[in-house]
């Protein structure tokens, strides 16, 4: 009798163990992953996510000038986007369908279609979330995890990563006279959920050096929110031009 209850005791003490051991792996799947290669798995995660909505909150400081940004919008993989908002006191309305953009002309209310965003060189960092992450996972240089954070309730691992100089100044000024550039310095944080893997939040600080006509800085948060839900629906307007 003595021996089949320490049997007994030895099984659930094991149980109890074991149970233990598989919590831990479950409640920490960065534990085996580098910065680096968590941003990339995250990436990847939200490109397969149906849909989400996201708030956009921008500064661009130019001359000393702040430029406000502010957006709201729904995003819908692949590659169809719609934000609505305002720019220096100036309604905006933007639609991405795969590589055009759809821009609203807030003077006489014409939609006009363009393969960029219009806003030099920050066209990039201001796509849709996945198509910044593609392209920044192959140019960054440092990337290590912060203390860990809640985002609306959510417990989300915090990564920090620098790109590359000259490859993110090649990036955001695609297009333009690179010669006047002399630097361009980002840092980017992401906040990833830790039982899902999706991105929360993203925040993006660049700061190009220009000699030529002064430096000019950029403060952005992106939050997403709303993953998957069935209303979050891209509904392009009929009169978009061809």
């Given at each position: 009798m003595r021996l089949n209850r320490i049997k007994l005791n030895f099984i659930i003490i094991l149980i109890v163990i074991t149970?233990?051991?598989?919590?831990?792996?479950?409640?920490?799947?960065?534990?085996?992953?580098?910065?680096?290669?968590?941003?990339?798995?995250?990436?990847?995660?939200?490109?397969?996510?149906?849909?989400?909505?996201?708030?956009?909150?921008?500064?661009?400081?130019?001359?000393?000038?702040?430029?406000?940004?502010?957006?709201?919008?729904?995003?819908?993989n692949p590659n169809m986007m719609h934000l609505n908002g305002d720019l220096m006191g100036m309604s905006i309305d933007i639609y991405q369908k795969d590589n055009s953009f759809y821009i609203k002309n807030p003077l006489n209310g014409k939609w006009v279609k363009t393969d960029d965003f219009a806003f030099g060189e920050m066209n990039d960092i201001?796509?849709?979330?996945?198509?910044?992450?593609?392209?920044?996972?192959?140019?960054?240089?440092?990337?290590?995890y912060l203390n860990d954070e809640k985002v609306k309730g959510v417990d989300c691992k915090v990564i920090k990563f620098v790109p590359n100089s000259e490859k993110i100044k090649e990036l955001l000024i695609e297009g333009t006279n690179t010669e006047d550039v002399d630097e361009v310095q980002a840092v980017y944080t992401l906040w990833v959920g830790k039982k899902d893997f999706l991105i929360y939040k993203m925040k993006v600080d660049i700061l190009i050096?220009?000699?030529?006509?002064?430096?000019?800085?950029?403060?952005?948060?992106?939050?997403?929110?709303?993953?998957?839900?069935?209303?979050?629906?891209?509904n392009f307007p009929a009169d978009l031009p061809k």
């Open positions: 149970t233990a051991i598989y919590v831990i792996s479950c409640g920490d799947k960065f534990s085996n992953l580098q910065p680096k290669d968590s941003i990339i798995k995250a990436s990847e995660k939200l490109k397969l996510v149906k849909s989400y909505r996201m708030n956009i909150e921008a500064v661009f400081t130019i001359k000393e000038v702040d430029q406000k940004l502010s957006f709201t919008g729904e995003v819908q201001l796509k849709t979330p996945e198509k910044t992450l593609e392209k920044l996972k192959d140019i960054i240089e440092k990337a290590e050096k220009d000699n030529s006509s002064g430096n000019r800085t950029m403060n952005m948060t992106v939050d997403l929110f709303d993953f998957n839900k069935k209303d979050v629906v891209v």
